[in-house]
């Protein structure tokens, strides 16, 4: 699973140059038989880069040997909060 | 859904760079006549060229791109009819200046109704997606308002337009042209750039939980101040209610400002950019002016009533706030554009450029400085009456205005 984290960590908000790891994006990873599912959210409902961050984190997982499809599902509850941050991503956007 | 913004974004930078490269032909002398006699034929044509050759193009480019991501992806009503409408709208617009410049009367009312066709194509398609989104929330309302007053300042011009040609309505057409500027610079452009602000700057800023109850406050305010200041003009009104229609404006202009505070206050990005940061600090700015206005207008009643006041106050709003918002705007929604389109296919892939990669923000500042800067000169020889010194900062804001657009048209080189 580790390495799935690993993959997704090459998803970057192109904005804000932090990946949606770090950004507190992902709220789960499941991997089961092959199909690897994500539930995420975005950092505000109606961002600009709805479509672009879900084809970018279906095509980093896909590109996984151990993965053979994917699903990601948008939700908007629990509702993104910059606490969910890790210290890199909130000492790179310079809040600390 | 890129080639549709992109196009009305391409027309506006290009019309742009001809409104710079034509003020330097002339060193701005053109300006100079302006503060003498605002409504001359190069004039017109001018101040067109840059109202709806390139703002309006811009702003509606603009709506196309932002409002299905306001909408949470929600797609627009029909890209073709958008395509349509660019095509009314580019070539009304294109003879209408030719018709300004060349004083052909049949030529004006003639493109002149083609550009208000194209308006109502544009309002046709926002309405429908609007209406079927059913998501109204303070963006979707200003921007709903803006191009409802857009459709109204386009009504009026194109009546003056035709009147221009059957001239049968004597000094009303003064009132008209009043109602004009109302709906187009203040209702249009203003409803449009403080909603867009509700979502383009948190966004930037990544601000979080910042209150919102003030949107609501300067969208009545605003709304009221329009209906006010045109009524005021197109029913002749006495001098107190054109004041009312300024009262309200600089009520909404605080208001605004004050949120802008609140949305900054509650950042989590401390660098948006520098495009950001200009916007903010324009409409404080353009606040203290209006502010300054409302309270000189009764002192000095006479001043306030030179057409050279007028010039000036409409340069301070049209390219000193208005322009440069849309300036300062484009600086992050050129990047946006082009990086969707070149390296949204490639996320996930492995190492692309961000966005911040495609435009350099320090020269994006010196930019916008120096075309602040330039602005002051061209008003400071408008209001000493001192044609070299517009001539002179014309020439300066033309030459940096010219560097800027190169600036954001180098973003599609990479």
Redesign the interface.
């Known amino acids: 699973m580790e390495a799935i984290w690993d993959c997704l960590k090459q998803v970057y908000d192109p904005e804000l140059g932090v990946n949606i790891v770090d950004l507190g994006l992902v709220y789960d990873l499941q991997l089961k038989e092959g199909k690897a599912s994500v539930v995420m959210t975005l950092t505000t409902p109606g961002c600009p880069m709805h479509d672009t961050i879900v084809g970018g984190v279906k095509r980093a997982l896909e590109a996984l040997p151990e993965v053979d499809s994917s699903e990601v599902e948008v939700v908007w509850d629990p509702a993104w909060s910059p606490s969910l941050m890790s210290d890199e991503a909130k000492e790179f956007l310079g809040y600390m | 859904m890129f080639r549709l913004p992109f196009l009305f974004i391409i027309t506006g930078i290009i019309s742009f760079a001809l409104f710079q490269i034509f003020s330097l032909l002339d060193l701005a002398t053109w300006l100079s006549t302006l503060g003498d006699w605002p409504r001359y034929p190069t004039g017109w044509s001018r101040v067109h060229l840059l109202v709806l050759g390139w703002a309006t193009m811009i702003a509606m480019g603009a709506v196309y791109q ?1 409002i299905p ?5 929600q797609s627009l009503y029909s890209r073709k009819l958008g395509f349509v409408h660019y095509g009314f709208f580019a070539v009304g617009t294109a003879g209408l200046l030719i018709g300004f410049q060349t004083m052909l009367l049949p030529l004006i009312a003639s493109f002149a109704t083609l550009a208000f066709i194209g308006i109502l194509l544009f309002a046709i398609n926002l309405g429908i997606t609007l209406y079927r989104a059913k998501k109204w929330n303070t963006v979707t309302i200003s921007a709903a308002c803006a191009v409802s007053y857009l459709v109204l300042a386009g009504l009026s011009g194109m009546l003056m337009g035709l009147n221009f040609y059957f001239d049968q309505w004597g000094s009303y057409h003064d009132q008209l042209f009043g109602a004009h500027l109302w709906f187009g610079a203040i209702g249009w452009f203003g409803l449009l750039i403080t909603g867009f602000s509700y ?1 383009m700057l ?3 800023y ?1 601000s ?2 910042h209150p919102e109850k003030l949107q609501k406050v300067v969208i009545g305010l605003w709304n009221a101040g329009v209906l006010v200041g045109a009524s005021s003009f197109l029913f002749n009104a006495p001098g107190w209610v054109k004041w009312s229609g300024l009262l309200l404006i600089v009520l909404a202009l605080i208001t605004y400002s004050l949120h802008l505070s609140e949305i900054y206050q509650h ?5 948006p950019g520098a495009g950001m940061k200009w916007t903010q600090n324009l409409a404080r700015g353009m606040t203290v002016v209006a502010i300054l206005v409302l309270v000189l207008y009764p002192f000095f009643p006479e001043i306030m009533a030179e057409s050279r006041t007028y010039v000036i106050m409409g340069w301070i709003y049209l390219w000193g706030f208005i322009g440069l918002t849309l300036l300062s705007y484009l600086s992050k929604i050129i990047p ?1 554009l082009w ?2 389109h070149k ?3 490639l ?4 190492k ?1 450029p ?3 990669d495609l435009i350099n923000d320090r020269v994006v500042n010196i930019c916008l400085t120096v075309i602040v800067s330039s602005l002051f000169v061209v008003l400071l020889g408008l209001g000493w009456n001192q044609p070299i010194v517009t001539s002179l900062g014309g020439s300066l804001l033309a030459l940096s205005s010219l560097y800027y657009a190169g600036t954001l048209a180098r973003v599609f080189l990479k």
């Not at chain 2, 950042?267 to 660098?271: A, E, P, Q, T, V």
């Open positions: 932002l991501v306001v909408l949470q992806n979502k948190p966004m930037f990544l979080h939980g950042r989590h990005k401390l660098d946006f990086w969707t390296y949204g296919p996320i996930g892939k492995g692309i961000t966005m911040a």
